[in-house]
């Protein structure tokens, strides 16, 4: 039977309490990369350990990349290892953005072969509005052997790919960033605004309520659905930015039974690298 892969805070703390598993912050500001740290030590759910979205779960940028390129093979077991986290041990990732950015840490899990995460439903104001203590400080975990990791290709596709497809080939590029980003009316991250021609956007606000909270399984099933009528879930290929927050848009679709769809990692910012790819503006 699969595993949950949303849980509400009184199941983290029964879960913890119970199992051996691994929690992790991904709390991660993109205006201020040292700030998640910050807010991390000085307060986090007891035993969590920090994950750095530069610094653990991407590679450094390159001229060709896009601003968040996927970790290797090697990087990412180190960073496991320093998690203390084993075979056999579950994962729960949280953050204080709906999981916009733990959902990256989630489905690099995958990715890599351990098919073990799941994430904290509200991050951390959750847990504190269920009554739960924090603590502070550093958590220094029992470091492990990092362990054999394979990254499985078929979750994800490239620029080259997606610049080769005919029209009507069988997939549907899903962009998660606001509808204004994927307009091109504003673009505060990149130096093109913008979006792949041929793409639709489902901006991952979608998959939440007003309080960060995800909506119920009925009402993100209904607003996926459509994107995935034509080719089925394994025809979406999700993208965003720089591969973070389109990783919320498979979360989400898995939670509601829809598996199978792709990643494209470099995302817009990738995208743009090459002048020669075309960019599309306004809506489709």
């Given amino acids: 039977m699969p595993q949950p892969i949303l849980h509400s805070a009184r199941e983290l703390f029964e879960l913890t309490a119970t199992s051996r598993c691994v929690v992790v912050d991904c709390r991660f500001s993109l205006d201020d990369t040292g700030a998640g740290r910050k807010q991390y030590l000085q307060a986090h759910i007891p035993g969590a350990v920090y994950a750095h979205l530069d610094d653990d779960l991407s590679s450094p940028v390159t001229p060709q990349s896009g601003r968040h390129p996927l970790p290797s093979v090697e990087n990412f077991a180190a960073f496991l290892g320093r998690c203390g986290w084993q075979p056999?041990?579950?994962?729960?990732?949280?953050?204080?953005?709906?999981?916009?950015?733990?959902?990256?840490?989630?489905?690099?899990?995958?990715?890599?072969?351990?098919?073990?995460?799941?994430?904290?439903?509200?991050?951390?104001?959750?847990?504190?509005?269920?009554?739960?203590?924090?603590?502070?400080?550093?958590?220094?975990?029992?470091?492990?052997q990092p362990v054999t990791l394979i990254a499985n290709s078929e979750m994800v596709i490239t620029a080259e790919e997606i610049a080769k497809r005919p029209e009507g080939n069988g997939i549907v590029l899903v962009d998660a960033r606001a509808h204004?980003?994927?307009?091109?009316?504003?673009?505060?991250?990149?130096?093109?605004?913008?979006?792949?021609?041929?793409?639709?956007?489902?901006?991952?606000?979608?998959?939440?309520?007003?309080?960060?909270?995800?909506?119920?399984?009925?009402?993100?099933?209904?607003?996926?659905?459509?994107?995935?009528?034509?080719?089925?879930?394994?025809?979406?290929?999700?993208?965003?930015?720089s591969g973070v927050t389109a990783c919320h848009n498979i979360f989400a679709a898995e939670m509601v039974g829809l598996s199978g769809s792709r990643l494209y990692a470099g995302s817009w910012s990738e995208w743009i690298r090459d002048n020669d790819r075309a960019v599309a503006t306004g809506v489709r």
């Fill in 88 to 144: 056999g041990m579950k994962m729960v990732v949280y953050d204080d953005a709906g999981g916009a950015i733990a959902a990256r840490l989630w489905w690099l899990m995958k990715y890599f072969g351990q098919d073990v995460a799941s994430m904290l439903d509200g991050g951390i104001s959750a847990w504190q509005s269920a009554g739960y203590e924090l603590e502070s400080g550093e958590v220094n975990a029992s470091a492990s």
């Fill in 180 to 241: 204004e980003r994927f307009t091109g009316q504003v673009e505060p991250l990149d130096s093109v605004a913008g979006h792949i021609p041929g793409s639709v956007n489902y901006p991952y606000s979608l998959n939440l309520d007003q309080k960060g909270m995800f909506l119920t399984p009925d009402r993100i099933r209904a607003g996926m659905l459509p994107l995935a009528n034509e080719h089925g879930a394994s025809g979406l290929v999700h993208m965003c930015g």
